[in-house]
């Protein structure tokens, strides 16, 4: 499969808000898309829908390789989008951790009793993950007991549990004290080193859009105005409004 995901003219309003147009954007096996734009614009929005939190007005939402929210039936509708979410990672802002749980119990939370991954195996990837990400120390640790940054590295170690083939990443620095982002990004550039996953990362920081990101989508009103490589999109813009969005 060559598109992990793909988005066709899609639509969306909320009320008489109309937040996409007929965004359509793709996302290759292993690409690294970034989606930039002012808040409101739909990033977030994109993102839900590409996982199958919400639903295209119109337009079509395909990820990896399944039409979200589409079937000939109910039962066909779930199976979709089950069979969606079992093949991605997702992190968002905050909020991500089971508060009640240990990191470990965190991360083999939905391998072993959804997926039926045998535990130990299950135990022996997320310690492989946990010292990737910097976290071996806080294995039996909550949530509550790290940093914002700590939680947002153990959460992305939990949605590379299942080595989803797409990572959704909505502006997961934003809520972090600005001296834990970097140690964030980090650990999100070296995944994207080291494991074959495809990436579509809202983010602010232009500066990890640039090292990271294959294509950059700057959206603005509702559509993606203009899209390309890093080195256009962020540094030499085509639109004023890009311009002025990169702040050149
Ligand atoms: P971004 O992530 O680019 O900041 P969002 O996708 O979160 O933008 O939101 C785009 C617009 O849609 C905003 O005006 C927001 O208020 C509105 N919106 C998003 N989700 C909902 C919802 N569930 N109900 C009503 N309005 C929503
Ligand atoms: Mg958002």
Redesign the pocket.
């Known amino acids: 499969m060559n598109e992990v995901l793909r988005f066709a003219g899609v639509r ?1 309003a ?2 008489s ?1 109309e ?1 996409l147009q007929a965004v359509s954007l793709s996302v290759k096996a292993n690409e690294r898309v970034a989606l930039i ?12 829908m590409a996982a199958g939190l ?1 639903f295209p007005d119109s337009g079509s939402v395909e990820t990896l390789g399944t039409p979200v929210g589409e079937g000939r039936s109910v039962r066909d509708i779930r199976r979709n989008l089950l069979q969606v979410r079992a093949g991605l990672g997702v992190v968002f802002q905050s909020y991500n951790l089971f508060p009640h749980m240990t990191v470990l119990a965190n991360l083999i939370e939905a391998p072993v009793h959804v997926q039926k991954v045998p535990r130990e195996q299950a135990v022996e990837r997320a310690h492989d993950l946990l010292e990737r990400v910097g976290l071996s120390a806080k294995v039996d640790s909550r949530p509550a007991e790290l940093s914002g940054g700590q939680q947002q590295r153990a959460a992305l170690a939990r949605a590379l549990m299942t080595r989803p083939q797409l990572l959704l990443l ?2 997961v620095t934003s809520a972090l004290d600005p001296q834990l982002v970097d140690g964030v990004l980090e650990v999100i550039v070296s995944i994207a080193e080291e494991e074959n996953v495809a990436m579509l990362v ?1 983010t602010h920081e232009l500066g990890f859009a640039r090292r990271i990101a294959d294509t950059v989508h700057f ?1 603005s009103e509702g559509n993606v105005v203009e899209s390309g490589p890093p080195a256009q999109v962020i540094d030499a813009p085509l639109l004023q409004r890009t311009r002025e969005f990169v702040g050149l």
């Open positions: 969306k909320f009320g808000t937040v734009g002012p808040s409101g614009s739909g990033k977030s929005t994109l993102l839900r919400e909505d502006e809202v959206l």
